[in-house]
């Protein structure tokens, strides 16, 4: 086993594709040294967004003048909170299937892909791998993707509304993980079956949404049915 880890630890190199895996390697040094090296631009596309060193990183790039901007899915719970800095560069995907990237490209140039979520655990414990991509045409053809998302997604309340004042007290709990417009609950019965309430069912507002696996908040039907959960009876 050990021999096994000692021959991952160093990058797969080939030509103009490097990749890195964990956890033998701590991706989350591979991500944040690619960021800090944009000079222009950083688009994202992130299933998942949580690491703090990675958003730090972001967050510096902005400081530098650097065009971030982020596409997040609605279904994954992200650290908003820390990002409130960047909050006009971030959006949430509009309808449809799951947006399962964990991608970004920095000045146009360089495309990073491959497994890792941008999450503690998913750069430094799991199972994963990062790809980082020089070859001239990937970039490219993510920024294409990337433009369509960008042009659909929904932008993030102002950050005064999101992080600052609180919900009335007759609105459902919220944390700051998730968009302020997403009140859709998504929850898991006793016997695993995933079911959705929307506002004004009857089932509505006895659903708690404390923190846990088997709690998500949604932004619109669509979303929920996509992510394979179903509506409640209204019955």
């Not at 033998?24 to 998942?48: C, G, P, Q």
């Not at 994954?76 to 800095?85: I, K, V, W, Y």
């Not at 944390?175 to 009857?202: F, Q, T």
Request: proline share 6%; hydrophobic share 40%; with cysteine.
């Amino acid at each position: 086993m050990h021999g096994f880890l000692a021959v991952c630890a160093a990058p797969a190199r080939a030509a103009d594709v490097e990749i890195h895996y964990a956890p033998a390697e701590n991706l989350e040094r591979v991500d944040v040294d690619l960021l800090r090296s944009a000079h222009t631009k950083i688009d994202m596309a992130a299933y998942s967004l949580t690491d703090w060193p990675v958003i730090d990183a972001l967050i510096d790039a902005h400081r530098r003048g650097v065009v971030v901007r982020i596409v997040l899915d609605p279904s994954q719970q992200h650290a908003l909170d820390r990002l409130r800095e960047i909050t006009g560069s971030i959006r949430i995907k509009g309808p449809g299937p799951y947006m399962h990237l964990k991608s970004y490209a920095t000045d146009a140039r360089i495309l990073r892909s491959g497994s890792a979520n941008l999450s503690a655990s998913g750069l430094k414990q799991q199972d994963n791998d990062l790809i980082i991509l020089r070859e001239s045409d990937a970039a490219p053809a993510f920024e294409a993707r990337f433009e369509q998302m960008w042009a659909s997604a929904n932008p993030l309340p102002a950050p005064g509304n999101q992080f600052a004042n609180p919900a009335p007290s007759s609105a459902p709990k919220r944390d700051n993980s998730v968009a302020a417009n997403c009140l859709i609950k998504g929850n898991v019965s006793r016997n695993g079956e995933r079911i959705y309430h929307v506002p004004g069912d009857r089932t509505y507002d006895r659903v708690r949404m404390d923190k846990g696996p088997d709690k998500r908040w949604f932004c619109t039907e669509e979303q929920a049915v996509a992510a394979g959960w179903r509506k409640a009876s209204t019955w």
